[in-house]
């Protein structure tokens, strides 16, 4: 074999390794949110949005759905700031006892739903009506895939 032919295919060949090595380092490292095989996403797996910015997603999807003046979205984001202080009253009051906690959640979003009632006129509370059940039954929705068994799958 010439020379420079066996210069080439020992260029090409420490060229393969090389690529090799490096694609097989970089399937070694997960990627983030990536599922593991065979399993499929858990809400374990995704990083969690903090409170501040779902409240803002909250109020603005309410704004745009329903229309909300610049003063009612005020009076709803003060309502659900203070909600959520009082969840983490209740979290901490109830640490020990999940029923209680259970209770007193339920308690807080159902005076915090009659509070934003207050402030919507007869038009949205109709939509925003309509928004909570179709909600409730995506939840139930929701809930019945997480309830199946492997086999129901």
């Keep these: 074999m010439k020379p420079g032919k066996s210069v080439i295919l020992l260029v090409i060949g420490a060229s393969l390794l090389f690529i090799g090595l490096a694609n097989a380092q970089q399937m070694s490292q997960p990627m983030t ?11 374990t ?3 969690p949005m903090p409170d501040s910015l779902r409240m803002q997603r ?7 759905s329903l229309g909300l003046t610049a003063d009612q979205a005020g009076q709803i984001k003060t309502i659900m700031e203070n909600e959520e202080k009082q969840m983490m009253a209740d979290r901490e009051k109830h640490s020990s006892d999940i029923k209680a906690l259970q ?5 807080t979003r159902n005076s915090t739903d009659k509070e934003i009632r207050n402030v919507l006129n007869k038009e949205q509370l ?4 309509r928004m909570q059940k179709e909600m409730q039954s995506a ?4 809930w019945k895939d997480h309830t199946k068994t492997e086999t129901q799958k």
């Design 45 to 47: 797996m995704l990083k």
């Design 139 to 142: 939840g139930k929705m929701h």
């Design 58 to 64: 909250h109020i603005q999807m309410l704004q745009d």
């Design 103 to 107: 209770a007193a959640r339920t308690e």
């Design 126 to 129: 109709t939509k925003y009506d």
């Design 33 to 43: 949110n990536e599922k593991p095989m065979g399993q499929k996403m858990s809400h």
